[in-house]
């Protein structure tokens, strides 16, 4: 008896011996080009070593600024780094120079309002795209980005609500927020309708967040508050579609601190009816037109402010889409 079991160990110990072992998945990133009928936009993307067919995985979007580049956005923000250390994907659409030979996205003219169509539609079409070619969960489905990029996030998030579920905004101006100067753009209060508006049937109260530097000569600060109160404004109507201020600009709480060796920083946080935090701005001292806490190795970044992408990832992933 004892020489058959050991004859069965001997055969089991040879099998496992001769059985592959599954190697760890690397990480991989992917590229291409999305064409409609407004133009076409080249993109670049990444997908974490954690990936698996078949098991949904959150997706940002990330806008880089004029005259970046996916790549340079991507070295600076640090997206990619954080998405394999959390397990989500990034997409980096890239401005066309024929579009805009400046690399900026066109958030200022009138056309780039609005749903289903010009950059809009050319951003949301690339969502579709890596949503069909990976399994994507559509609740966590995030927009984020710088300046121009910025502005653009505030767009996509009003335009397509159903699929956004949370943006993330640097340096970035209002709906319909053109000049987006020292005076800073139109109304809040007429660019928070214009959005509620844009976002139609669709309407929901989206969660934003926003960073901004006190001493940023391109977006002057003016303009990260009123990306505050054009939000509190969009988020007030399509929370139960009346004008009534159940969701407003003025800050429930307020936090500060000072990253070590590095920039101090004050955060507001604003909360909706039921006291849940609805919208964030956290103004960076001293800091200029810059990706806070972003690496040198990109343009427009200031490693020394407070880690934007970690702080960006931490609020979309507390605000997937209900």
Known sequence: MRHRI?????LVAAALALSPVAPAQASSTFSGYYTNS?????????VPSSYRAGTALPLVVALHGC?????????????????ESQGFLVVYPQQSYYQNSALCWNWSTWNDQFRGQYEPSQIAGIVGVVKSSYTVDPKRVFV???????????IMAATYPDVFASASISAGCEYDGYPCGSSGGQSPTTSGNEAYSAMGGYARSVPVQVFQGTSDSVVPPVNGGQVISQWAQTDDRASDGIDNNNIDDVADAT???????????????????AGAPVLEKTLVTGMGH?????CSCGSYTDPSGPDATSLAWTWFAAHPKP
């Open 6 to 10: 050991r004859i069965v160990l001997v």
């Open 38 to 46: 407004y133009g076409t936009l080249y993109y670049e993307g990444f």
């Open 67 to 83: 005259t970046q580049t996916t790549g340079d956005f991507a070295a600076g923000t640090r997206w990619s780094t954080k998405a």
């Open 144 to 154: 984020t980005g710088i300046s121009a990029g910025g502005a653009m996030s505030v």
């Open 255 to 273: 936090t500060s601190g000072t990253v070590p060796g590095g920039r101090a920083w004050t955060r507001y946080t604003y909360k909706d009816g």
């Open 290 to 294: 810059a990706w806070s806490g972003g």
